[in-house]
């Protein structure tokens, strides 16, 4: 006998529960390696695959460390800088150091996307820190990859060259991506199968969040789950 969740199971129940696992064929899930082992050692037939949009994050917290070490910079000189005369401004009447911090989510938008005003900031941008328009496109090639529907050794072909081009940057805030492509570049690829993301666990995950929080907290966990279900299932 054995108990799982408040719940007795015996020899038959364990068979059933190793049955159901057994069909199991596809797991995603984000880049936790604690959890790609759990679902590796629990679904033990089933491609683990890392969600796409958790991988794009990655990348464009890269590209976002770049902004703000720039800005950080230009703050530094700003500090240092003859305070009688006043800061430069550009086209759009405004300082880069307002175009940086205006420029965060233009960077992780595509182009088709963008206001007329973000357009006019992001080609000042560019112009002047040309390895921020090279992270940028480089993460819109990432995004176009994705949305290919192609078979997952087309798609290493064409990571491995992405995968290149972002190690032609060389650019220390890169460290990160490089790591994750290196480390988890099979569980990636699986994406390509099947093309499945944990988009609506996420989302579910979110209201359950913001459910916990209306709640202030959970004090009655059996109760807590009976209300979900009746709200959400």
């Not at 679902?39 to 994050?57: C, G, I, S, T, W």
């Not at 800061?87 to 759009?92: E, F, G, L």
């Not at 009447?93 to 006019?120: C, F, P, V, Y």
């Not at 078979?151 to 994750?180: C, H, Q």
């Amino acid at each position: 006998m054995a108990r799982r969740h408040g719940i007795t199971l015996n020899d038959d129940s364990k068979v059933v529960w190793k049955s159901v696992r057994r069909r199991v064929k596809e797991v995603t899930c984000d880049l936790s390696p604690s959890m790609m082992l759990i679902a590796a050692e629990v679904f033990y037939n089933a491609h683990v695959v890392n969600d796409r949009f958790h991988v794009q994050q990655v990348y464009n917290e890269a590209v976002d460390e770049i902004r703000v070490d720039i800005r950080r910079q230009l703050i530094a000189e700003d500090n240092s800088r003859d305070k009688s005369e006043p800061p430069m401004t550009y086209s759009n009447g405004e300082t880069m150091r307002q175009i940086l911090a205006r420029s965060k989510h233009t960077l992780m938008m595509s182009q088709n996307k963008w206001t007329d005003i973000q357009r006019h900031r992001a080609n000042i941008l560019f112009k002047h820190y040309p390895i921020l328009k090279a992270a940028y496109q480089l993460a819109m090639e990432l995004r176009r990859i994705f949305n290919l529907k192609i078979s997952p050794t087309k798609a290493l072909g064409k990571m491995n060259k992405w995968y290149e081009k972002v190690m032609a940057l060389d650019n220390n805030n890169f460290r990160s991506v490089i790591k994750t492509f290196k480390n988890h570049a099979p569980t990636i690829i699986n994406y390509f199968r099947r093309r499945a993301t944990n988009a609506s666990a996420e989302a579910f995950n979110s209201k359950v969040k913001i459910f916990r929080s209306q709640m202030r907290g959970v004090r009655d966990r059996d109760f807590f789950i009976f209300r979900l279900v009746k709200l959400y299932a």
